[in-house]
T-cell receptor, first 112, second 120 residues
Framework: TQLLEQSPQFLSIQEGENLTVYCNSS?????LQWYRQEPGEGPVLLVT?????EVKKLKRLTFQFGDARKDSSLHITAAQPGDTGLYLC????????????FGTGTRLTIIP | EAGVVQSPRYKIIEKKQPVAFWCNPI?????LYWYRQNLGQGPELLIR????????DSQLPKDRFSAERLKGVDSTLKIQPAELGDSAVYLC??????????????????FGPGTRLTVT
C-alpha cells in the first residue's frame, strides 16, 4: 500500500508570511498532483508534476517534485487569506493507472 | 461548462437505513470515481468506472455498498444498511482517459462538491 504523509498537518500563519508544505512517501510515483479543498467543496486541482526534479510555479505557489519522485513540496510566498484551505497531494503509481493515492492533508489558515 | 454535479448535498439518516448518492460527471468524461473523505483526511477511492465498467472496486465494502453506472454517464452509489461509521463526505470525480494512449489529462480529476452523510 502506497502512503503519502503530509507535514505539517495544521499550519496557521500571518498574512504576508511564507510557508512550505511537504508530501513524502517511500514509494515512487509516476506523477504527483496538488489539490486545494475549501469547506463544503470538492478538491480543486492546482498542478501536476511528472518529472523528477521538476519545478512548477503558479503565481505565488511553487511546486517541486523530488528527484527520486518520492516526495514533493508546495511553497507559498506572501500568503494571503484566500490561500486558506486543505492542501492535498495525490500520487499516481503508474502511467496507465489513474488510481490516485491521496495524502493525509495540510490544513492551512492565513490570519489577516 | 458545467462541472461535476452531485446530489443531495447533505443527508442525515438513522443507522440501518438505506441511502443513495447521485453523480453526473463532466460531459465527455469517460472515467468516474467515487471517493469517501473522513473529516480532516484525504479522499479514499471506493470505486472507479471506465465507461460503464467498474475497473477498480477493491476498496468498496461490498457487503453494504453498491454502485452502478448505467449507460456510462450518471452514477449512483448506495449504502444499505448504513452504519454510524459511514458518516463522511462522499465525493464523485470524473476525468477523460484517452483510448489510444495515456496522457497527463488522464490524471486530472475534477471533483464535485460532495454529499455530506451523517448517520445517527
Amino acid at each position: 500500500t502506497q502512503l503519502l504523509e503530509q507535514s505539517p498537518q495544521f499550519l496557521s500563519i500571518q498574512e504576508g508570511e511564507n510557508l512550505t508544505v511537504y508530501c513524502n512517501s517511500s514509494s515512487v510515483f509516476s506523477s504527483l498532483q496538488w489539490y486545494r479543498q475549501e469547506p463544503g467543496e470538492g478538491p480543486v486541482l492546482l498542478v501536476t508534476v511528472v518529472t523528477g526534479g521538476e519545478v512548477k510555479k503558479l503565481k505565488r505557489l511553487t511546486f517541486q517534485f523530488g528527484d527520486a519522485r518520492k516526495d514533493s513540496s508546495l511553497h507559498i510566498t506572501a500568503a494571503q487569506p484566500g490561500d486558506t484551505g486543505l492542501y492535498l497531494c495525490a500520487g499516481a503509481a503508474n502511467f496507465g493507472n489513474e488510481k490516485l493515492t491521496f495524502g493525509t492533508g495540510t490544513r492551512l489558515t492565513i490570519i489577516p | 461548462e458545467a462541472g461535476v454535479v452531485q446530489s443531495p448535498r447533505y443527508k442525515i439518516i438513522e443507522k440501518k437505513q438505506p441511502v443513495a448518492f447521485w453523480c453526473n460527471p463532466i460531459s465527455g468524461h469517460n472515467t468516474l470515481y467515487w471517493y469517501r473523505q473522513n473529516l480532516g483526511q484525504g479522499p479514499e477511492l471506493l470505486i472507479r468506472y471506465e465507461n460503464e465498467e467498474a475497473v477498480d472496486d477493491s476498496q468498496l465494502p461490498k457487503d453494504r455498498f453498491s454502485a452502478e453506472r448505467l449507460k456510462g454517464v450518471d452514477s449512483t452509489l448506495k449504502i444499505q444498511p448504513a452504519e454510524l461509521g459511514d458518516s463522511a463526505v462522499y465525493l464523485c470525480a470524473s476525468s477523460y482517459t484517452g483510448l489510444a494512449e495515456y496522457t497527463l489529462s488522464s490524471y486530472e480529476q475534477y471533483f464535485g462538491p460532495g454529499t455530506r452523510l451523517t448517520v445517527t
